[in-house]
C-alpha cells in the first residue's frame, strides 16, 4: 500500500515541477505515472553504479557531482518516456532539485504522518 502511495505521489510531484517550472513539460497524469516508475527504476538499478564508478569524482567535489547524477538520471527518464519533456541539461538540473525536495516531503508524510508503526 505505501509503495502505490509513494508512486502516486511521485507522479503529483513530477506535475508540479512542470506546473512551477517552465523547462519540464508533461503531457497526462498517466505520463506521469510512467515517468516516475521509469524514474524510480532509473535510480535503483542505474544510479548506483553511477554513483560507484564516479566516486573519486564525488569525494573531491564533496558530494555535489550527485547532482548531476540526479539531473543525468531525470535527463534519461525524459528520454525513455514520451510525455515528460526537458528542455537541455540545465532544466533537468533544475527539475531534479525541485523533485528531490519534493521527495523528500513525500518521504517524509508517508514515513510519519500516514505509515508510522
Known amino acids: 500500500m505505501k509503495l502505490i502511495f509513494h508512486w502516486l505521489l ?10 512551477f517550472y ?9 505520463s506521469a505515472l510512467i515517468a516516475a516508475a521509469v524514474l ?13 564508478l564516479t566516486l573519486p569524482v564525488t569525494v573531491v567535489t564533496l558530494g555535489l557531482f550527485l547532482f548531476i547524477i540526479n539531473a543525468l538520471m531525470f535527463w534519461a527518464a525524459a528520454s525513455l518516456v514520451s510525455g515528460l519533456a526537458v528542455r ?3 532544466a533537468a538540473l533544475i527539475g531534479s532539485l525541485i523533485y528531490s525536495v519534493l521527495q523528500l516531503f ?11 508503526k
Not at 511521485?10 to 506546473?19: E, I, K, M, P, R
Not at 524510480?40 to 560507484?52: C, E, I, K, M, Q
Not at 513525500?106 to 508510522?116: E, R
Request: hydrophobic content about 55%; charged content about 5%; glycine content about 10%.
Open 40 to 52: 524510480g527504476a532509473l535510480n535503483l538499478t542505474v544510479r548506483p553504479l553511477l554513483v560507484l
Open 88 to 90: 537541455g541539461f540545465g
Open 10 to 19: 511521485s507522479a503529483a510531484a513530477l506535475l508540479t515541477v512542470a506546473y
Open 22 to 30: 517552465r523547462g519540464v513539460s508533461v503531457t497526462s497524469f498517466t
Open 106 to 116: 513525500i518521504g517524509f508524510i508517508l514515513d510519519s504522518l500516514l505509515f508510522n
